[in-house]
C-alpha cells in the first residue's frame, strides 16, 4: 500500500505526464503524441522532497506526493 508523503493537491491538465524530478519537485512535459515529440519539462510547485532508497515515488489521484515500496527480489515460478 502507499502511503502519503506531501499534500500538494496539484491539478493535472490533459496531455501532460506528471513527474517527481531530480529535486523532489513536481514537474510536467507534454506526452509525445504520434509524429510530436514531447515537450521540454516546467516545475508545477516546488516541494523539495528527499527520496528514501528503496521506495517509488508518485503523484495519487488527489494531486498529492506518495510513495509505495518497491518489490525487488521476487523468484520466478520455475
Request: aromatic share 8%; no cysteine.
Amino acid at each position: 500500500m502507499a502511503e502519503k508523503v506531501a499534500k500538494v493537491g496539484v491539478k493535472r491538465e490533459k496531455g501532460f505526464l506528471y513527474y517527481l524530478d531530480k529535486e523532489g519537485d513536481v514537474s510536467r512535459a507534454t506526452m509525445a503524441r504520434g509524429n510530436e515529440k514531447g515537450g521540454s519539462p516546467e516545475k508545477v510547485i516546488k516541494v523539495g522532497i528527499s527520496r528514501e532508497k528503496g521506495f517509488l515515488y508518485f503523484l495519487d489521484k488527489e494531486g498529492d506526493v506518495s510513495r509505495a515500496k518497491m518489490a525487488r527480489g521476487r523468484k520466478s515460478k520455475n
